[in-house]
């Protein structure tokens, strides 16, 4: 596979994986996290709000290899 082709289908799954990582964890806000300490809160969005760097990374890594 190319990397022209790579990027096409990375850039798709990219969105694919921002949308559903943001859709996830707002549903599991709305629900759990609402009634949690501040500590709690807070450490939760951190790792919510951080932890879509690792995929996205280990996917634009993919994307960047030669051909």
Do not use: C
């Not at 996830?24 to 501040?38: C, K, L, N, P, Y």
């Amino acid at each position: 596979m190319n990397q022209r082709t790579r990027k096409l289908i990375g850039t798709a799954l990219m969105i694919v994986l921002v949308l559903g990582w943001a859709l996830f964890f707002m549903s599991v806000a709305q629900g759990r996290i609402a009634e949690a300490g501040r500590l709690w809160q807070m450490l939760y969005y951190v790792v919510a709000g951080l932890g879509w760097v690792i995929p996205a990374g280990l996917l634009i890594k993919w994307m960047q290899k030669p051909d």
